[in-house]
Nanobody
Framework: QVQVVESGGGLVQPGGSLRLSCAASGSIRSIYTMGWYRQAPGKKRELVADITYGGTTNYADSVKGRFTISRDNAKNTMYLQMNTLKPEDTAVYYC???????????????WGQGTQVTVSS
């Protein structure tokens, strides 16, 4: 069984910063690409940023230059440093991990439960 847990969300003023964390645990064999997604009320879930095992990153245009994704492979953990936050960044942020487990050959996607980020004065 695999658990994916996000943390670090909250309420912040425009221009402020937050750091999100995502930790995967359980019967994990290998983790491949990890990514952050977000979903605002009434909108579709969208990719914010993702990172491969080797550290190659990809960002949505709306967050380039403001957000930084990183990971610690030894800890099965991923981070999202969010700076210069804007009201339009308000959403529930989800972590997705692409991984294999012991005894199962397929690579599967596991999602966390989400963490709320609210940017408001």
């Amino acid at each position: 069984q695999v658990q994916v847990v996000e943390s670090g969300g909250g309420l912040v003023q425009p221009g402020g910063s937050l750091r999100l964390s995502c930790a995967a645990s359980g019967s994990i064999r290998s983790i491949y690409t990890m990514g952050w997604y977000r979903q605002a009320p009434g909108k579709k879930r969208e990719l914010v940023a993702d990172i491969t095992y080797g550290g190659t990153t990809n960002y949505a245009d709306s967050v380039k230059g403001r957000f930084t994704i990183s990971r610690d492979n030894a800890k099965n953990t991923m981070y999202l440093q969010m700076n210069t936050l804007k009201p339009e960044d308000t959403a529930v942020y989800y972590c997705k991990t692409q991984l294999t487990t012991w005894g199962v050959s397929s690579t599967l996607d596991y999602w966390g439960q989400g963490t709320q980020v609210t940017v408001s004065s």
